[in-house]
């Protein structure tokens, strides 16, 4: 069975400030693994995603993740903070399951303050 | 220019009842999707269902059922509800495999 971890509930971070929200993962072979973003009585958004190639992905906003298979680790990251970046960070992995079903993690809350 | 809605935003209802959700995606995406939020905003999901292909999350229960009138829409039934149901539930859509997922707005659910 496939699993994502997010360790930290909350991370906060001053503006202007690099940030990093971790995630790992748990999958029996490759997996196909996203990042997506919540904001307060919204929908989530999709940030970014690895499938394969550079271990550096970069997605919306300026956010960016690495990929690093040898610790199952694919944590967001962002080099300046922005006080709107505050939102719920949801790591996801599918791991080729039938559906195309994604697992998500517990969710991080990220808080920039100015 | 939505391109995944939702319907009602909000739905308040008394234990026993049956109610319905309904989703529409104008993005022509193929595949169509469920979750379930908790109070504690865990994401789980319910379903999806592609080409009329369904499959299901082995934890949900038969009370939940998604219905696809067509390739661009996707409506949760849910029987008899109880008062664990009450979440916020999302609806999806994606191309095909291995590519991002399209949410709604979410609709939250209250039982009483």
């Known amino acids: 069975a496939q699993s994502v971890a997010q360790p930290e509930d909350q991370v906060n971070v001053a503006e202007g400030n690099p940030l990093t929200v971790k995630c790992t993962y748990s999958?029996?072979?490759?997996?196909?693994l996203f990042w997506y973003v919540q904001y307060p009585n919204r929908g989530l958004q999709f940030l970014l995603k690895?499938?394969?190639?550079?271990?550096l992905v970069k997605g919306s906003y300026g956010f960016e993740a690495e990929f690093n298979k040898s610790q199952t680790s694919f944590h967001l990251k962002k080099p300046s903070a922005l006080v709107s970046d505050s939102a719920l960070y949801f790591c996801?992995?599918?791991?080729?399951?039938?559906?195309?079903?994604?697992?998500f993690g517990g969710g991080t809350r990220l808080m920039v303050k100015p | 220019d939505t391109a995944v809605s939702q319907t009602p935003k909000y739905l308040v209802t008394q234990m026993g009842n049956d109610k319905s959700i309904k989703c529409e995606q104008n993005?022509?995406?193929?595949?169509m999707y469920w979750y379930k939020q908790d109070s504690k905003k865990f994401l789980k999901i319910m379903f999806s269902?592609?080409?009329?292909?369904?499959?299901i999350n082995e934890t949900v229960p038969n009370r939940f059922s998604p219905k696809s009138p067509d390739k661009a829409h996707l409506n949760l039934h849910i029987n008899s509800l109880e008062l664990g149901d009450s979440a916020v539930y999302f609806c999806?859509?994606?191309?095909?495999?291995?590519?991002?997922?399209?949410f709604g707005p979410g609709t939250r659910l209250t039982v009483t």
């Open positions: 999806a859509s994606s191309q095909s495999f291995a590519v991002e997922q399209y």
């Open positions: 999958v029996s072979g490759n997996p196909y």
């Open positions: 690895y499938i394969t190639g550079d271990n």
């Open positions: 996801a992995v599918n791991h080729n399951n039938a559906g195309n079903m994604l697992t």
């Open positions: 993005l022509g995406h193929d595949t």
């Open positions: 269902y592609n080409n009329k292909e369904l499959i």
